[in-house]
Nanobody
Framework: QVQLVESGGGLVQAGGSLRLSCAVSGRTFSTYTMGWFRQAPGKEREFVTA????????VYSDSMKDRFTISGDNAKNTVYLQMNSLKPEDTAVYYCAAQLFGTIYRPSDYGYWGRGTQVTVSS
């Protein structure tokens, strides 16, 4: 069993940056494909980015690939999401998730989820 705990969210002005952390316990994060998703009020959960368990290749949503970066620290067993040039439309709850197999973009293919961290970007 793996547990995920997100942190690092908050209120930031447009154009600012935040770094979200996903602390992983129970298993080494590299055992899984680790994804970041976000969900804004009234909207479906949206794929942001992921780092694959085999080889560590990264995948990004086209709309965020130029501003967001996913990375992992094996020593801390933590996955990060660096978000730059934030926009008001980035406001959402951001979730960390883990999967062993499945479609990397599909939330339902992730078996483990954190509780999320709120990111609010003011204009």
């Amino acid at each position: 069993q793996v547990q995920l705990v997100e942190s690092g969210g908050g209120l930031v002005q447009a154009g600012g940056s935040l770094r979200l952390s996903c602390a992983v316990s129970g298993r080494t994060f590299s055992t899984y494909t680790m994804g970041w998703f976000r969900q804004a009020p009234g909207k479906e959960r949206e794929f942001v980015t992921a780092i694959r368990r085999s080889g560590g290749n990264t995948v990004y949503s086209d709309s965020m690939k130029d501003r967001f970066t996913i990375s992992g620290d094996n020593a801390k067993n933590t996955v990060y999401l660096q978000m730059n040039s934030l926009k008001p439309e980035d406001t959402a709850v951001y979730y960390c998730a883990a999967q062993l197999f499945g479609t990397i973009y599909r939330p339902s293919d992730y078996g483990y989820w954190g509780r999320g961290t709120q990111v609010t970007v003011s204009s």
